[in-house]
């Protein structure tokens, strides 16, 4: 599939530290989870890398820092156009290592395009203050500052958007950055890389370290060490994030986190159904279910319940399992064989315990699951505490509002959640009452670039996109004016 790329010199496998290709002293190799297929072998780099790629990013702070808003927003602009005018090639390399089908992919490129025109506009926006002063002699002010050196660690989920989400704001605000792509997408992420070279973003002012699992650790450890980086943007497990959270305490570091979610996914029985079973299955089967806001419970009302059932179990059996590149596809491969054992794990405890199978169920060959629900789900089961990542839907029963609240709130995570109610003050009450940064009403897809986005609980810390999407890049500065 790489073979039919419009601009083939997107194709970067080496990695990229002040603006120099590096291609380290050995290499990973990055396959395609449909096919298994050998897709590139990408440079390996280590923690002395990861020290230089920070020097870099420490020495072109200045000057990007010193350019003006407007400046940095006419490069940020143009790294856009750039994004979007190689869609369909940053398409085509994301299905290839990810596996999400190619409209999928060409989709999260342009969502992954629109934080940078987000950000570039937002440059301009970075404004202080000016505060009544408690003294006629002096004047006070709020400026707000770019924080320094920022990191950058990512997920393979989503290969693009992860980045930009991170590095528009921080670039915008006029912060430098050093970023990890995850191990399994780096060729999404360096080909982002060279357009941002293209857009004329300056040698050491965006970086990238690519390394293999084992090294991404040592990376991981050598930006948590170093004093010179202020902040540290993570997307990933709740696991991973405790463990850079804890590394960073030494320097004390500044943290945006972007953790797992245990979305609970509320069908009240005065929901309109037929537009529930649309928006769960949107929700549950977006990216074969592995995105960290994929309802993950299903909690549907026992005036509903049978109804919901059947009408969500026929929807699914039309999903259509493949490679991402055959035309109507629209689940493709699970990520790497863990993340299929993860589901039959899941699958098979719920079975144990009672659940009812009302569709798949089952592994196919490949990396690739049948898509399924399991109906009568319990609390007792591993799908009610742990995120399944994966195209698994157990429905759960409930009588009361209440019961429904309690169920949704029971989990250490708070990222995304979603409840179908057409009755106003329920809509009101189950909003406010849902422990969690994001919910969404009657909608089963709420991401976009000018919205906050982030959790609460151990789902992690700040927020991306929106104009408060910046303020985890910048310092607050009081300064205070005698002698007037
Ligand atoms: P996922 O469950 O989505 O694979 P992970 O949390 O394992 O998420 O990985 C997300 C990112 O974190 C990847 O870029 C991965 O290489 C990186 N990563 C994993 N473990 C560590 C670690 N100990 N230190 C630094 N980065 C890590």
Same mark, same amino acid.
């Given at each position: 599939?790489?073979s039919l790329?419009?601009?083939?010199?997107?194709l970067?496998?080496d990695?990229?530290? &002040?603006?120099?290709?590096?291609?380290?002293s =050995? $290499?990973?190799v990055?396959?395609?989870p449909?096919t298994?297929?050998h897709? +590139?072998?990408?440079?390996?780099?280590?923690?002395?890398d +990861?020290?230089?790629a920070?020097?870099?990013?420490?020495?072109a702070?200045?000057?990007w820092?010193?350019?003006?808003a407007?400046? $940095? =927003?006419?490069?940020l602009?143009?790294? !856009?156009?750039?994004?979007?005018?190689?869609?369909?090639?940053?398409g085509?390399i994301?299905t290839?290592?990810q596996g999400?089908?190619?409209?999928?992919?060409?989709?999260?490129?342009?969502?992954g395009?629109?934080?940078v025109?987000?950000?570039?506009?937002?440059?301009?926006?970075?404004?202080?203050?000016?505060?009544p002063? !408690?003294d &006629?002699?002096r004047? %006070?002010?709020?400026?707000?500052?770019?924080?320094?050196?920022?990191?950058?660690?990512?997920?393979w989920?989503f290969?693009?958007?992860?980045i930009?989400?991170k590095?528009?704001?921080?670039?915008?605000a006029g912060?430098?950055?050093?970023?990890k792509?995850?191990?399994?997408t780096?060729?999404?992420?360096?080909?982002?890389?060279e357009?941002?070279?293209?857009?004329?973003?300056?040698a050491?002012v965006l970086n990238?370290?690519?390394?293999?699992?084992?090294?991404?650790?040592?990376?991981?450890?050598?930006i948590?060490?170093?004093?010179?980086?202020?902040?540290?943007?993570?997307?990933?497990s709740?696991?991973?994030?405790?463990?850079l959270?804890?590394?960073?305490?030494?320097?004390v570091?500044?943290?945006? %986190?972007?953790?797992g979610?245990?979305?609970?996914?509320?069908?009240?029985?005065?929901?309109?159904i037929? =537009?529930?079973?649309?928006?769960?299955?949107?929700s /549950?089967?977006r990216?074969?279910g592995?995105t960290c806001?994929?309802s993950?419970?299903?909690?549907v009302?026992a005036?509903?319940?049978?109804?919901?059932?059947?009408?969500?179990?026929a929807?699914v059996?039309t999903a259509?399992? @493949?490679? @991402?590149?055959?035309?109507?596809v &629209?689940?493709?491969?699970?990520?790497e064989?863990?993340?299929?054992?993860?589901?039959?794990?899941h699958?098979?405890?719920?079975?144990a315990?009672?659940? $009812?199978?009302?569709?798949?169920g /089952?592994r196919l060959?490949?990396?690739f699951y049948?898509?399924?629900?399991?109906?009568d789900?319990?609390?007792?089961? %591993?799908c009610?505490?742990?995120?399944t990542?994966?195209?698994?839907?157990?429905?759960?029963?409930?009588?009361?509002?209440a019961?429904?609240?309690?169920?949704?709130?029971?989990?250490?995570?708070g990222?995304?959640?979603?409840?179908? =109610?057409r009755?106003v003050?329920?809509i009101?009450?189950?909003?406010?009452?849902?422990?969690?940064?994001?919910v969404?009403?009657?909608?089963?897809?709420?991401?976009t670039?000018?919205?906050p986005? @982030?959790?609460? /609980?151990?789902s992690g810390?700040?927020?991306?996109?929106?104009?408060h999407?910046?303020?985890?890049y910048?310092?607050?500065?009081?300064?205070?004016?005698g002698?007037i």
């Amino acid at each position: 599939p790489l073979s039919l790329l419009k601009d083939p010199s997107l194709l970067k496998t080496d990695a990229l530290i &002040n603006g120099q290709w590096v291609a380290g002293s =050995s $290499r990973f190799v990055v396959t395609d989870p449909a096919t298994g297929a050998h897709l +590139a072998d990408v440079a390996n780099l280590g923690a002395a890398d +990861a020290e230089a790629a920070i020097n870099a990013a420490n020495a072109a702070w200045p000057a990007w820092r010193n350019k003006t808003a407007k400046e $940095r =927003s006419i490069i940020l602009r143009k790294w !856009f156009d750039l994004i979007m005018a190689n869609q369909d090639d940053l398409g085509r390399i994301m299905t290839a290592e990810q596996g999400k089908p190619l409209a999928e992919a060409k989709g999260e490129v342009a969502y992954g395009a629109s934080f940078v025109e987000w950000f570039a506009e937002e440059a301009k926006r970075v404004n202080g203050e000016t505060l009544p002063q !408690f003294d &006629n002699n002096r004047r %006070l002010l709020v400026l707000r500052q770019p924080i320094g050196v920022c990191a950058a660690i990512t997920p393979w989920n989503f290969p693009i958007a992860m980045i930009t989400r991170k590095v528009a704001p921080a670039l915008a605000a006029g912060c430098t950055v050093v970023i990890k792509p995850a191990e399994l997408t780096p060729l999404t992420a360096l080909a982002a890389a060279e357009l941002a070279i293209r857009a004329g973003i300056p040698a050491g002012v965006l970086n990238m370290v690519t390394a293999d699992a084992d090294n991404s650790i040592a990376v991981g450890k050598a930006i948590c060490a170093s004093d010179i980086v202020r902040h540290i943007s993570f997307t990933g497990s709740t696991e991973v994030g405790r463990i850079l959270m804890a590394q960073s305490a030494p320097t004390v570091k500044k943290m945006s %986190l972007e953790l797992g979610g245990n979305a609970p996914f509320i069908v009240f029985d005065d929901a309109d159904i037929d =537009s529930a079973v649309e928006g769960a299955f949107a929700s /549950k089967y977006r990216n074969a279910g592995q995105t960290c806001v994929c309802s993950n419970r299903l909690y549907v009302q026992a005036g509903v319940y049978d109804e919901f059932v059947a009408k969500f179990a026929a929807k699914v059996k039309t999903a259509k399992v @493949g490679n @991402g590149f055959d035309d109507g596809v &629209n689940q493709g491969p699970l990520i790497e064989e863990a993340a299929l054992q993860k589901v039959q794990r899941h699958v098979d405890d719920a079975v144990a315990k009672g659940g $009812r199978v009302v569709a798949g169920g /089952k592994r196919l060959p490949g990396l690739f699951y049948e898509p399924t629900v399991v109906a009568d789900a319990s609390a007792d089961m %591993l799908c009610a505490r742990e995120e399944t990542f994966g195209p698994f839907a157990p429905v759960f029963k409930f009588e009361t509002e209440a019961e429904a609240i309690f169920a949704a709130n029971n989990t250490e995570f708070g990222l995304a959640s979603y409840f179908y =109610s057409r009755d106003v003050g329920r809509i009101w009450r189950v909003s406010e009452a849902l422990e969690y940064g994001m919910v969404g009403v009657n909608v089963g897809i709420l991401a976009t670039e000018h919205v906050p986005f @982030g959790g609460v /609980k151990q789902s992690g810390l700040g927020r991306e996109g929106s104009h408060h999407g910046i303020d985890d890049y910048v310092e607050i500065k009081y300064v205070c004016v005698g002698d007037i």
